[in-house]
């Protein structure tokens, strides 16, 4: 299969009305996939960053892509990562594999949690039409990040764990290689993968890794999905910067809409939870690599590789001078090297992969919020250069769900809404 490119290249305002028109065609009733076919369901980030696409041009639908992700919450406050609604032939694993017990029926995990960030945002556009929807999904998103905080954290430490390379919403990055492997598939049901019917195997994770994916899912749904003791007992679980450091940033946002709502005891839980951000981004730090890397929390073992979430403490609001002078270097060196930024895995590193989904390719959901977060702490150099970067494989490539960082081209599923939403709300020029 060949890297996908645009036919012919379109002008700016072509390119937005494209981009409307993507997240149109991909609404599905009251919210959207990620592209048709490869994802047929609703996924819990993609929707949050699809609202922000919507937001700017129709910020009523925006709300309600938020809303519809909530239908799907647990009682225990996990929103899932992915809700089905219906089962779809072209997807696996459906509803009948994960056997959640939810209705309307979801995966028995999470991904990373940027809603209440979005919420912000959206309510920022509008808050004369934004507080009483902020009123009605707020303690959805408190019921949310409690979730995170009691299950997902190992007594006594402070990162948050993904029981599933999935929740992680970065399957296949070379940060999950050594804890997975650690992972016995042996005994897994007869399966087929219908994802590489869609997209060029050698783009997305390998066998192997599926193998091990389902392994996972088949311990939870042993459990009972009792996710408390998936992250004390399961056989995969490993401290994220992604999912930590989003968190960070969402508990800081989620904060002040409690002061927005005047909601003093969700306020005051919200400051306990961030008390412990410092000793999180403590256990994360790597000195070796000059960044934040996951770190196995059955062995202890950092990862050997730097991926792009390492770039999102700023984003956290976590800056520690001692170490913001190594990490800027190490993000310098790994722009010097890519052609376009940011590759989702050192490519200087042994495991590197141009076009295998998160061992190599730019996601531009990444990088919208790695930089966001150099801006924030007046970086803007590196900054504006991933958003250049940006701008430049969406004009050159289209709408496609990751590119190569060596050549530019689309990779994975095209018409691809985040894609979409992210050139709307950050990329395009018309934003500047």
Partial sequence: MKSQSLEKPFSDVELDQR????????????????TRGLYPFQWNWDSMFVALGFSEFDLERAWTEVETLFQGQWQNGMAAHIVFRRDDPSYFPGPSIWVSGQNPSTSGCSQPPVAATVVRDLYEKDPEIGLARLKEIFPRLMAWHRWFHMMRVISGGAAIAVT???????????????????VDP??????????????????????????RYLKLVEYGR????????ITREGPFAVADPGVTFILMRADRDLLELAKVLGAQDSAHEITTWLYHAEEAADYLWSERLGAYAARDLRTDDSATGVSSVAFLS???????????ARLQATLRRILEVSKYSIPSFDPEHSRFDSKRYWRGPVWVIINYIVARGLAEYGFEREANRIRLDTREIIRGSGFYEYFDPICGSGAGGGHFAWTAAIWLAWASPMTD
Avoid at 22 to 34: A, D, V
Avoid at 165 to 179: F, I, L
């Fill in 314 to 324: 700023y984003y956290a609001g976590i800056s520690i001078p001692r170490r913001d």
């Fill in 164 to 182: 599933h390379p999935w929740e992680s919403g970065r399957d296949n990055s070379p940060d999950w290689d050594r804890a997975l492997s650690n």
């Fill in 186 to 211: 042996s005994g897994i049901a007869d399966y087929t993968r219908k994802d590489t019917g869609h997209v060029d195997p050698s783009m997305r994770p390998t066998n192997e890794e599926y193998d």
């Fill in 19 to 34: 981009a409307i028109a993507i997240l149109r065609e991909n609404e599905w009733g009251g919210y959207t996939l990620p």
């Fill in 222 to 229: 042993e459990t009972g999905w009792d996710h408390a003791r």
